[in-house]
């Protein structure tokens, strides 16, 4: 089983910043970060293709990096200018065959921005 654990989440005013880590079992290449809050459609907020080169929703672009450290199998999802929009549940996912079906996915951590 390839398992992923998020950590990382917590409660900022808006504003502040915080760094999501997503611990892999095993090395996966092509990753990306999610984010739900009840009643809406879950949102791709950042991702690692095929080819390496991050991208990220709109919303999220300017404030939110998405990186990976190989060696440590881990996926890092920094944000800053923390909006209170961004709260949701954030979760970690792995496309096991880069083709764009994301089926490995972590239990989530919880991200509130107060105003």
């Known amino acids: 089983q390839v398992h992923l654990v998020e950590s990382g989440g917590g409660s900022v005013q808006a504003g502040g910043s915080l760094r999501l880590s997503c611990l892999a079992s095993?090395?996966?290449?092509?990753m990306a970060w999610f984010r739900q809050v009840p009643g809406k459609e879950r949102e791709e907020v950042a991702s690692?293709?095929?080819?390496?080169?991050?991208t990220y929703a709109d919303s999220v672009k300017g404030r939110f990096t998405i990186s990976k450290d190989d060696d440590k199998r881990i996926l890092f999802l920094q944000m800053n200018s923390l909006k209170p929009e961004d709260t949701a549940m954030y979760y970690c996912a792995a496309d096991r065959s880069c083709r764009g079906d994301f089926n490995t996915w972590g239990q989530g951590t919880q991200v509130t921005v107060s105003s």
């Open positions: 095993i090395y996966l290449r092509c």
């Open positions: 690692i293709p095929l080819d390496l080169t991050p």
